[in-house]
């Protein structure tokens, strides 16, 4: 695209392409050639192919089989930026304590980083000590928990199982999931029914169900969940009862923060 006639002389072509390479990449084509990029970009082969090892030298692309390109995890850092400018933990908050104050149980919105999930905002059920520990800025391990296991289901194979593959897999529990083929196939209904859940994965006693915020281009930038435990709550209750209200939520977060036409 030929930008000479339209920008200032402050305008650095250099950094306009490199975001060209990126943005050539969508949900049809999540890995492309140089050849594609090329085409796709405008841009010579030369030149794009300087722009993506560029790229791929500052963790925004990887090269995976037959010398094509893929976007990099890394990425993601945009969207977490962006939700820190947008300040989501402070849009999401009310909607949060609306869903805790319905069901009398515990909240939380939380992102993807690296291998583990970060709480970014969180309503603690009142008069529920089991939990309280937990608060803004928690880790935990994404494989045990359905925030984690939301904020993983909808990305490419190829991620699920780098992510799966950096990660020392431990049992919490004699429920929690320690094979990546099991796993998957947890992933699997989860995208076939729209939720995660987490049964005594984690910690015994505990239970969750969670949904991911999914913006206009098909990427999770978040997701938030309803946690409580076994002894009040099974799983009948959990879709029955619990997924409604966190269906309304998200549609919420959704139509206040734009991040889903």
Partial sequence: MDQTTSHSDYFVHSVAKGFEVLQAFDSSSISLSLRELSERTGINKATVRRFALTLVDLGYLKIIQEKRFQLSPKILDFALHFLQSLNLPDLTQPILETISATVQESTTL???????????SRVNAANRIVGANLSVGSRLPYYATSLGKALVA?????????????????????????????????????????????????????????????????????????????????????????????????????????IKK
């Fill in 110 to 120: 939380a992102i993807l980083d690296g291998n583990e999930i970060v709480y970014v």
């Fill in 154 to 258: 909808w990305l490419p194979e190829n991620e699920r199982k780098e992510i799966w593959k950096s990660t020392k897999i431990e049992p919490f529990t004699q429920q929690t999931i320690t094979t990546f083929d099991t796993f998957e196939e947890d992933l699997a209904k989860s995208r076939m029914r729209g939720f995660t859940i987490a049964d005594e994965e984690l910690e015994q006693g505990l239970c969750s169900i969670s949904m991911p915020i999914i913006n206009h281009q098909g990427a999770t930038i978040a997701a938030i969940n309803i946690s409580t435990q076994v002894s009040r709550t099974d799983k009948k209750k959990l879709i029955e009862i619990y997924l409604p209200v966190l269906q309304e939520g998200v549609k919420k977060i959704n139509q206040q923060t734009g």
